[in-house]
């Protein structure tokens, strides 16, 4: 049986969940946003978990990205997650202001363009070069 996740598939999971959860910002389902952050928090440290425990320390040492590059981005990640997590805690379960929806709109733009080159760059090296 084969135990080992599929990672792209979670990349993608993850990317639906961040997509889901901006659109619940969109509409100021903020209590719906935090919940979408929850899980994708959860899937993130799960697969994080996998990758530095199982893949990175496989990494050839001709590597196209050292391990380096996989760690300082994971934790980047986990830390632009829980600052998106910390700025809607406090905020109502509602919000019709659309100034304010939109400002945490473009808070997440940051944490969105770093995931997605992370994981390009995962698709591109790591994933590749730990198979076999």
Do not use: C
């Not at 945490?104 to 080159?117: A, R, T, Y």
């Amino acid at each position: 049986m084969n135990t080992t996740p599929d990672l792209e598939g979670q990349h993608t999971a993850m990317l639906e969940l961040l997509q889901q959860e901006r659109l619940a910002v969109l509409t100021g389902d903020l209590a719906a946003a935090r919940d979408l952050l929850d899980r994708l928090q959860m899937l993130q440290q799960e697969h994080i978990a996998y990758e530095e425990a199982t893949l990175i320390p496989r990494l050839p040492p001709d590597a196209r990205w050292p391990a380096k590059v996989y760690l300082a981005e994971h934790s980047k990640l986990g830390s632009m997650l829980d600052e998106l997590r910390t700025t809607l805690a406090p905020l109502p379960a509602q919000v019709s202001d659309a100034s304010t929806r939109l400002t945490l709109i473009d808070g997440h733009m940051p944490f969105k363009h770093v995931l997605e080159h992370h994981f390009e760059r995962e698709e591109k090296g790591l994933l590749i070069e730990v198979q076999g």
